[in-house]
């Protein structure tokens, strides 16, 4: 009777063996499974990353393009503004020129002309002189 008990005992130690068994065996491949779909997880995450790096790096190069463009669009509209600055300055030196022509003749002739009638006043040191305006920066000529 003795034996039949033992004989019970390892069947049940053997059971409860492959019952551990199977137990681990089932525990190992959900971890797999779940390692393979973290993996994948992953890789799809850094697939996703590196895609939004490249896309970061796209936008920040066009950004740039666009930037350097609006700088030579604005660099070509001052440029255009200053010359027209400057000519519209040349423009202004010369009647400015002209004028200080016509008046230093006319303060030749005046100084070359004797009086027509004894009545008519003569103003034989009259000098023309260009006076410079300290609050308006500007030059005025002034009969002196």
Known sequence: M?????VRAAKRINAEGERILE????ESTRIVSRAQEQAAFLIGERGLTETAQAEGRRIV?????VGDGI??????????????????AVKALA????????LEE???????????????????????????????????????
């Open 2 to 6: 003795a034996i039949p008990e033992e």
């Open 23 to 26: 137990k681990a065996h089932d």
């Open 61 to 65: 190069e066009q950004a740039e393009d």
């Open 71 to 88: 700088r030579r669009g604005a660099d070509d509209y001052a440029a255009n503004i200053l010359g027209t600055l400057e000519e519209e």
């Open 95 to 102: 009647g400015i020129r002209k004028g200080m022509d016509v």
């Open 106 to 144: 006319r303060r030749a002739e005046l100084q070359t002309l004797a009086p027509v009638d004894e009545h008519e006043p003569m103003l034989p040191d009259a000098e023309v002189r260009v006076t410079e305006d300290e609050d308006a920066g500007s030059r005025s000529p002034s009969l002196r």
